[in-house]
């Protein structure tokens, strides 16, 4: 079974610009997590899709937004970069609401460096 | 406020001795923990989980994990420790139990072992 995929791998962008961060989640699996990590604020959760809804969200601005497709496949989209945005940016997918083990597999990541 | 905590920061220690990887978090509710692994320039992997039940946990590699509720804390530890364990761990919480996914991360521990 294919684990969960990122693409892409690496990325650099210049202040102001916008950016598409793409997740497959692995085959079954209907939730896709997103997080950030950077050496100063650690792992921070951004937020979730379940069936193509946002199920949770964490605390960042609206420049940061996601979606989901029907096949799970999900993306984010960051606006306006900032040099702040420079992270790993981490994608996690579970099986869902159905699954209680709560047991989220994690992608390679992608990271996203900000000029 | 919800907080995790992972006391020490870097934690060197000799192959074959013991291990124990501290982490706290703030609030005694119910909860869901997990320990994470981080490999240099990958995702995270699960190392194991505290849903319900017994208190201490086993996961893979070797590592469990004892709940302690009145503490609240979930301290990983490890009876002899091999060069292969050498990564970032990460101690997460989910004070959700919806069965969504979003998780609160510890600032994480290095693990250096020491041949």
């Known amino acids: 079974k294919a684990g969960v995929t990122q693409t892409p791998r690496y990325l650099i962008k210049t202040r102001g610009q916008q950016v598409t961060l793409s997740c497959s989640p692995i085959s079954g699996h209907r939730s896709v997590s997103w997080y950030q990590q950077t050496p100063g604020q650690g792992l921070q959760f951004l937020f979730e899709?379940?069936?193509?809804?946002?199920?949770n969200k964490g605390n960042f601005p609206g420049r940061f937004s996601g979606r989901q497709f029907s096949n799970s496949r999900s993306e984010m989209n960051v606006s306006t970069l900032e040099l702040g945005d420079s992270a790993l940016y981490l994608c996690a997918s579970s099986l869902g609401l159905a699954d209680y083990s709560y047991e989220q597999y994690f992608g390679p990541g992608t990271r996203l460096t900000v000029t | 406020a919800q907080s995790v905590t992972q006391l020490d920061s870097q934690v060197p220690v000799f192959e074959e001795a013991p291990v124990e990887l501290r982490c706290n978090y703030s609030?005694?509710?119910?909860?869901?923990l997990f320990w994470y692994v981080q490999y240099p320039n990958q995702g995270l992997q699960l190392l194991l989980k505290y849903l319900s039940g017994s208190t201490l946990v086993k996961g893979i590699n070797g590592f469990e994990a004892e709940f302690n509720k009145s503490q609240t804390s979930f301290h990983l530890r490890k009876p002899s420790v091999h060069i292969s364990d050498t990564a970032e761990y990460f101690c997460a919480v989910s004070w959700d139990q919806t069965g969504a996914n979003n998780l609160f991360f510890g600032t994480g521990t290095r693990l250096t072992v020491i041949p």
């Open positions: 899709y379940f069936s193509e809804t946002q199920r």
């Open positions: 609030s005694s509710v119910s909860v869901y």
